[in-house]
């Protein structure tokens, strides 16, 4: 029988996406893993994996179409010795989607699975399958039941040939029907929220200014998005703030006598460290430090993070992404480098997966590069914390009764006040400054 290709939920929070672009026609023969298609999101263009073997049929959604809706038809498989004609007739007359998505990516490690759409129909059960021997799962199924710690081998599967697929996982954790794993589930679940205030009307603003004397600059998917997120966090986290200066001299002298002992491959030195670099992993420590404030609210729970994941703001043409360096507290200051630059570029290539955005156990914004001396970022939930990092300057301060010349920083750390409160925050802030204005710290 026909095999339906949906349009696959990228992210958690994914509702739509657009169809940028095919890489295969009608006609294609395709095997499972095959990349068939790219899709846009508001933060990325992801590539799309094929998980059954067949031909191209009918691509039912064209390339370059906006707005597809998850789940929605896209293309339809025939599979192995059945007509293609028939085959496209069939999946196109189809009334709904295939129970599960034919084409499906990753998922973020620390973010909830989305909920199915319809509860699930009565699985039938099928025989164990022996120890060691192979199960047939799709990427997303064997990422989904990793990340809740669950045993692929006790699901039965409803896909393809006893395939067991995202919907299968969601149904096994939903009814707790599958064999769990020592450790407990990694997703966070986020805390139902109240409803978001929208904002004014159109017609409400436009009537205060004059015909002519304006244009209108559509919303595009990655600005909605921001926009949400940040009404979300204002209305849900109640916001504190605190601020430190920090002095820079012995971190500049490091950064620099680290630069100039670089080995060079190629030509070039290996890695070149920056500030940003030295502050992401001076933030990494202080949480290892302070891991009371390594946390993330949820209604019923605490979450104490074991490492310190930390998400670095990164503007980009429309808005901004945030990728994370993980366990930075373990890594070196030019692995971390390195891993930033390519993180970066990738970002604003829009060509970072979703495990690479989201999550993370805290954020830093840094502005100082753009002359900004002070600022309150937002907290960005499932986070308790967010550094809003200034420009280093020279100041006059005073040392034993003597004013000098220093380079001095002005950070801000935003906090979820439910759960780090002003004196935690004050502690977590002392640590990151010890390690500044003590950067050898950092190297051992």
């Given at each position: 029988m026909p095999i339906n290709i949906t349009m696959p939920a990228l992210s958690p929070t994914m509702e739509e996406g657009n169809l940028a672009k095919w890489l295969v026609k009608e006609g294609d023969k395709v095997k499972s893993g095959d990349v068939i298609a790219e899709i846009e999101t508001d933060k990325a263009t992801m590539e799309v994996e094929a998980v059954d073997e067949g031909t191209v049929a009918k691509i039912v959604v064209p390339a370059g179409t906006d707005g597809v809706k998850v789940n929605a038809l896209i293309a339809v498989l025939a599979a192995d010795g059945e007509d293609v004609a028939a085959a496209a007739k069939g999946g196109n007359g189809a009334a709904a989607p295939a129970p599960a998505a034919k084409a499906e990516a990753p998922v973020a490690p620390s973010a909830p699975a989305a909920a199915p759409a319809a509860a699930p129909a009565p699985v039938a059960a099928q025989p164990a399958k022996s120890e060691g021997a192979r199960v047939f799962s799709s990427p997303l199924a064997r990422r989904l039941a990793k990340d809740a710690g669950i045993d692929l081998s006790a699901i039965a599967g409803t896909g393809p040939h006893g395939r067991v697929v995202?919907?299968?996982?969601?149904?096994?954790?939903?009814?707790?029907?599958?064999?769990?794993?020592?450790?407990?589930?990694?997703?966070?679940?986020?805390?139902?929220?109240?409803?978001?205030?929208?904002?004014?009307?159109d017609d409400a603003v436009l009537k205060l200014f004059e015909p002519g004397s304006y244009e209108l600059v559509p919303h595009d998917g990655m600005r909605k998005t921001i926009a949400k997120r940040l009404v979300e966090s204002k209305q849900t986290i109640p916001h504190f703030y605190v601020s430190i200066d920090c002095?820079?001299?012995?971190?500049?002298?490091?950064?620099?006598?680290?630069?100039?002992?670089?080995?060079e491959q190629g030509g070039k030195p290996v890695y070149k460290l920056s500030v940003n670099d030295m502050v992401i992993k001076a933030l990494a420590l202080a949480?290892?430090?302070?891991?009371?404030?390594?946390?993330?609210?949820?209604?019923?729970?605490?979450?104490?993070?074991?490492?310190?994941?930390?998400?670095?703001?990164?503007?980009?043409?429309?808005?901004?992404?945030?990728?994370?360096?993980?366990?930075?507290?373990?890594?070196?200051?030019?692995?971390?480098?390195?891993?930033?630059?390519?993180?970066?570029?990738?970002?604003?290539?829009?060509?970072?997966?979703?495990?690479?955005?989201?999550?993370?156990t805290t954020a830093v914004?840094?502005?100082?590069?753009?002359?900004?001396?002070?600022?309150?970022?937002?907290?960005?939930?499932?986070?308790?914390?967010?550094?809003?990092?200034?420009?280093?300057?020279?100041?006059?301060?005073?040392?034993?009764?003597?004013?000098?010349?220093?380079?001095?920083?002005?950070?801000?750390?935003?906090?979820?006040?439910?759960?780090?409160?002003?004196?935690?925050?004050?502690?977590?802030?002392?640590?990151?400054?010890?390690?500044?204005?003590?950067?050898?710290?950092?190297?051992?």
């Open positions: 995202k919907k299968d996982v969601e149904t096994a954790v939903a009814g707790g029907t599958a064999k769990p794993a020592a450790a407990p589930a990694a997703g966070v679940a986020a805390p139902a929220a109240a409803p978001l205030a929208k904002g004014p009307s002095e820079l001299d012995a971190l500049l002298a490091l950064r620099a006598q680290l630069n100039a002992a670089a080995p949480l290892r430090d302070v891991p009371n404030a390594n946390v993330s609210w949820t209604e019923s729970n605490m979450v104490k993070h074991k490492h310190a994941d930390v998400g670095v703001a990164v503007s980009i043409p429309g808005g901004l992404i945030t990728p994370i360096i993980r366990q930075a507290e373990l890594k070196s200051l030019s692995a971390i480098s390195n891993e930033m630059k390519d993180l970066g570029q990738r970002a604003k290539d829009r060509k970072l997966k979703p495990e690479e955005y989201q999550g993370g914004s840094n502005m100082g590069m753009m002359g900004v001396k002070n600022f309150a970022a937002v907290v960005n939930p499932p986070h308790a914390t967010i550094l809003a990092v200034g420009a280093g300057e020279e100041r006059v301060v005073v040392k034993n009764k003597q004013m000098v010349i220093a380079n001095v920083m002005t950070v801000t750390l935003s906090t979820d006040h439910r759960c780090v409160d002003g004196a935690l925050g004050a502690e977590l802030l002392g640590a990151f400054r010890r390690y500044i204005e003590n950067p050898m710290g950092m190297l051992v």
